[in-house]
């Protein structure tokens, strides 16, 4: 069995590489800090050289006026509705397949109305 002098010298080799190894660790997770902390700092830097994005009346057009487009149309009102539902709809070139079944579709049921309702005006009238 080892003496209480041997145990506490134990101990204290113990406890002192403990210490070390506690501030080994430490100075390394400062180290790594540092380094977060002067890259986060450069990044930092470098979008201040980057110029600030430019401003909507830079990048958008000036939509025309009312009082533009009503003296284009000649000032009526449909006209210029027509004018501006026309910049509002999108043009697509071909439509989708499934656009075009359900134009198709939409297109059949119009025609089926139209013969259903001449068929029954025909038949009144006999």
């Known amino acids: 069995m ?3 002098t ?18 080994a660790v430490f100075t390394q997770e400062v180290q790594q800090r540092r ?21 909507r009346s830079q990048t ?6 009312l ?6 149309s000649g000032g009526s ?3 210029w509705w027509s004018a501006v539902k026309s910049r509002l709809t999108p043009m697509k070139d071909p439509p989708t397949l499934a656009q075009q079944i359900i134009l198709d579709a939409q297109a059949r049921d119009k025609d089926k109305k139209k013969n259903t309702k001449g068929k029954e005006k025909e038949k009144e009238e006999e």
């Not at 380094?35 to 401003?55: R, W």
């Open 6 to 23: 041997k145990l506490e010298a134990e101990a204290e080799r113990e406890h002192n590489r403990s210490r070390m190894e506690a501030e």
């Open 60 to 65: 958008m057009p000036n939509p025309p006026s």
């Open 2 to 4: 080892l003496s209480d």
């Open 77 to 79: 009102a449909t006209s």
């Open 35 to 55: 380094l977060v902390k002067d890259h986060v700092l450069a990044m930092m830097d470098s979008t201040k050289l980057i110029p600030p994005p430019p401003s």
């Open 67 to 72: 009082s533009n487009l009503q003296k284009e």
